[in-house]
């Protein structure tokens, strides 16, 4: 996958160069503050829900007629972990009790890292939020049968249940259902 390129300052909007700088290579840089540009990206976590029966919950979204995992991007200066926590009781209503990390993939449509994490809830069923048009849960079986197809979320919940090689998958193949 190509990486995304800066082309203009995102200080001043000046047309950026391309500079050496000593332990990173070449850089972006603006001659104009005279200052290197690193890129800029969002971030932004998936879960992965089993409730106090092992269960997986997928929810359903804006409208669309998919079921995904549950996401959210990371606020400035939040860890990780604290996001998913978070943007697990913000659209589920469910306290997380366990947090495990599975892995990272860059999301080019959305110009996010996406960081896929397994957790577990104390509840059984979920109090969602008005984000949350709707949800089902599902046996581990189940789950991979209806997410949704072809999605980033797809790929992360089949990695996890099921060791498939995102590796080899490039995060910009993959539809818009994170």
């Known amino acids: 996958m190509e990486p995304v390129r800066m082309i203009y300052c995102m200080q001043c909007g000046t047309k950026l160069e391309t500079k050496y ?3 990173e290579g070449i850089v972006p840089y603006c001659p104009k503050c005279q200052d290197f540009r690193f890129p800029v990206f969002s ?3 998936s879960m992965i829900v089993r409730n106090c029966d092992g269960n997986i919950i997928l929810i359903r979204q804006y409208g669309r007629p998919r079921f995904i995992l549950v996401a959210g991007y990371v606020n400035r200066g939040e860890d990780a972990e604290d996001a998913v926590r978070r943007e697990v009781m ?3 209503g469910m306290t997380v009790t366990d947090v495990h990390f ?3 993939s860059f999301y080019k449509p959305s110009n996010t890292l996406m960081l896929n994490f397994s957790v577990r809830v104390a509840e059984k069923l979920p109090h969602p939020n008005r984000e949350v048009d709707s949800y089902e849960i599902f046996t581990d079986e189940e789950a991979k049968e209806n997410i949704a197809e072809g999605s980033l979320a797809q790929k992360f919940l089949l990695w996890a249940l099921g060791g498939a090689d995102l590796k080899k998958e490039k995060s910009d193949d993959v539809s818009d259902g994170k």
């Open 21 to 23: 700088l000593e332990g």
């Open 102 to 104: 599975n892995r990272s």
């Open 90 to 92: 913000e659209e589920l």
């Open 43 to 45: 971030t932004a976590v």
